[in-house]
């Protein structure tokens, strides 16, 4: 009933707001700088899947080739901020401005393909996108881009003595990116993006704009995703086209969402709390002789999902007659 | 008054292939017209240029007095065609009233109303029992409903039915004519593409019978079963010269 319905959102913005709650008091506890890392980046992820989900799950354009935007948001930022002297909050403005531009303006030729020749599509363009960086010497080609320091402020964002204003920034992002998803799960667009998912055709034919709803999803994701790129640039400090736009970055977005439920509202949050930190954690473990480790860790559970549950760990508590959505 | 559809000298090709050539029929508001003919006359073909698939080779589209041939579907729906698929094309992953609420969504901007929209078609169409299912888990019948459904929600002036009451049984068949028949009432065009003779004869005011791409012969419906025309392409020369 209608009433059920109105009852679980607002159970799932409490939850949220909850859950926020609690993330927001660890820092009190936990004060090992190496478990602090973990967080910021598992939220991180959390934020970035979620913006993820919203195209690839949602709208059911699977991009594997989210790493673009996530690096346009880290160089945006950084090259305004080393060039002109604009503030990093400008520039993730900027950054998250200039991807969705892009994605739309890649989103013309490129939505018009279906299925897989959409997804080669997009690892295509994000490794172009890569060589381009790699070869474009205004913007340090392979050597990156080193954030100078100045110092603790805000209005650099950057701080050496403390990571809490990192973590409560990625706590901010991943907030944002699942309040977005929950506030567009019950708008005309949500509704759009998952009959465009589920069947273009007939989508079509109930007055549906397909094109433009893929095009909405896919400016709405990239923009979180390059916000994403400007926070993780001013947290490592220094950027080079590998390490804020390979390949892997893509990978990371997708996972939690696939591990969670793809195109469900808690997914990408549940897949990342427990994709990152395992990753993370053995990395740690095995240090420089394990790069690669942490791939068969999850390359093994993406397997195991995919095959015990391919809707993902959600589904284990889903009422299927029940619920509205998918989740 | 001006017919609601009218198409004009349409054609369409597909290489080859003449699927339809010079169709000029007009549906008048209100009516419950029959498209009929045997396997391969291209009365899907028509169906998909009347809802906007694509666009004829050659001729013209007229609905509401407007010319939409080259009209996208989406546009079509915002001006009041709604449509339904012989081969039913739910929204699997969603659940029966968010789909109906799609439909609901292009003449209702905020969801609440949206959502109101789609309660009450779901009761129109006999689906309110079922609001709360996902899609995946209907049953065939209810999935041809759920088309209907849909497609009401979006509030049409004119409605297409491709084939919605065939392979059903013959009681699902007659709870699914006299929801046509409501949908009339309810000030419904309905152009209706439709194999079972038996049921659609005596549902429809007027039939189209295509044959080979052309239209045969048009008419009410008593007359159109008996013209001997239509029984040699139905049912061929065998019983026509028993008529």
């Known amino acids: 009933m209608d009433k059920e319905f109105a009852a679980r959102r607002r159970r799932d913005l409490i939850i949220a707001a909850v859950l926020a709650g609690i993330a927001a008091l660890t820092p009190l506890f936990v004060k090992d700088v190496v478990v602090q890392n973990i967080l910021i980046l598992t939220l991180m992820y959390a934020g970035l899947s979620q913006s993820w989900n919203i195209l690839s799950g949602y709208c059911g354009q699977i991009s594997l080739g989210h790493a673009l935007y996530f690096g346009l948001g880290a160089y945006t930022t950084e090259l305004l901020f080393t060039k002109f002297g604009v503030l990093p909050w400008f520039g993730m403005l900027a950054g998250g401005v200039v991807s969705a531009l892009i994605a739309m303006g890649l989103g013309y030729p490129f939505f018009r393909l279906r299925g897989h020749y959409f997804v080669i599509a997009t690892i295509v363009i994000a490794e172009i996108g890569l060589l381009l960086f790699h070869n474009w010497d205004w913007a340090g080609a392979a050597m990156g881009i080193t954030i100078p320091i100045r110092g603790d402020s805000w209005l650099k964002f950057q701080f050496l003595r403390t990571k809490l204003p990192y973590f409560y920034f990625a706590l901010a992002l991943c907030c944002l990116a699942w309040f977005v998803t929950w506030w567009l799960e019950d708008s005309k667009w949500g509704f759009w993006w998952r009959a465009v998912k589920d069947n273009p055709d007939a989508a079509e034919s109930l007055g549906v704009d397909v094109f433009n709803s893929k095009m909405g999803a896919a400016a709405v994701s990239a923009f979180l995703v390059a916000v994403g790129g400007s926070f993780y640039a001013q947290f490592v400090s220094y950027i080079d086209p590998e390490s804020v736009m390979g390949f892997q970055f893509s990978l990371l977005m997708a996972l939690p969402a696939v591990l969670g439920g793809i195109g469900t509202l808690w997914g990408p949050v549940l897949g990342a709390a427990i994709l990152i930190p395992l990753t993370e954690l053995t990395r740690f473990k095995f240090g420089g002789s394990g790069r690669g480790v942490d791939l068969i860790v999850y390359g093994t559970l993406i397997v195991l999902i995919s095959l015990a549950l391919p809707r993902g760990l959600l589904s284990l508590f889903a009422r299927p007659k029940k619920t509205g959505a998918a989740r | ?243």
């Open chain 2, 1 to 243: 008054m001006t017919a609601l559809l009218e198409t004009r000298g349409v054609w369409q090709r597909f290489g080859g292939l003449v699927a339809n050539s010079d169709v000029s029929i007009s549906v008048g508001r209100g009516e419950i017209v029959g498209l009929i003919g045997p396997n391969g006359a291209g009365k899907s073909t028509l169906f998909n240029l009347i809802a906007g698939v694509l666009p004829p080779t050659q001729g013209s589209i007229l609905f509401d007095g407007e010319d939409v041939t080259n009209m996208p579907a989406a546009a079509r729906c915002q001006r009041g065609v709604g449509r339904t698929f012989q081969v039913v094309k739910s929204f699997e992953t969603m659940t029966v009233i968010d789909n109906v609420i799609v439909g609901a969504l292009v003449r209702n901007t905020v969801m609440r109303e949206a959502r109101r929209k789609a309660r009450e078609v779901l009761e129109f169409t006999g689906l309110a029992a079922r609001a709360d299912v996902l899609a995946s888990d209907l049953v065939p019948a209810e999935k041809r409903r759920l088309e209907v459904a849909r497609a009401l929600a979006t509030e049409p002036k004119l409605l297409l039915l491709d084939e919605v009451l065939t392979g059903l049984t013959p009681t699902e068949a007659q709870t699914g004519v006299a929801l046509v028949r409501k949908v009339r009432d309810a000030g419904i065009t309905v152009l209706m593409v439709e194999h079972v003779m038996e049921i659609v004869m005596p549902l429809v005011d007027r039939a189209i019978v295509l044959d080979l791409g052309k239209v045969l012969v048009e008419g009410k419906p008593a007359e159109v079963v008996r013209d001997p025309k239509v029984i040699k392409a139905y049912l061929g020369d065998r019983h026509a010269v028993g008529a």
